[in-house]
């Protein structure tokens, strides 16, 4: 794994840990969906057999991986999709989606 894509990792993983401790649901799904992502990112360039880029000859990535990601891509749009929908449904109930409003009694 190179070092922009090393970066690019820690940058999508540390913004939506920083969004998941947010009191917004907005931002703490949106901080979820950033989590995911990164995660399929880095077993994306863990699973190449090589350098993508750079010196050395290019070798093919592993099937597995790719099937893998795919796989939890699926996941993660329908998990996506249901998530907003919940989310849909408490803004309709309590008319904000702030936790810290949700939370109050009364």
Known sequence: MNLALALCVAVLFGAGIRLMLDRDLVRIAAGTILVSNAANLFLMSAGTGGPA???GQPTSSDPLVQALVLTSLVI????TSLLFSI???IFRAWGTLDSREI???G
């Open 76 to 79: 993660t749009f329908g998990f």
């Open 87 to 89: 989310l849909h449904a």
């Open 103 to 105: 939370d109050r009694p």
């Open 53 to 55: 880029v750079g010196q």
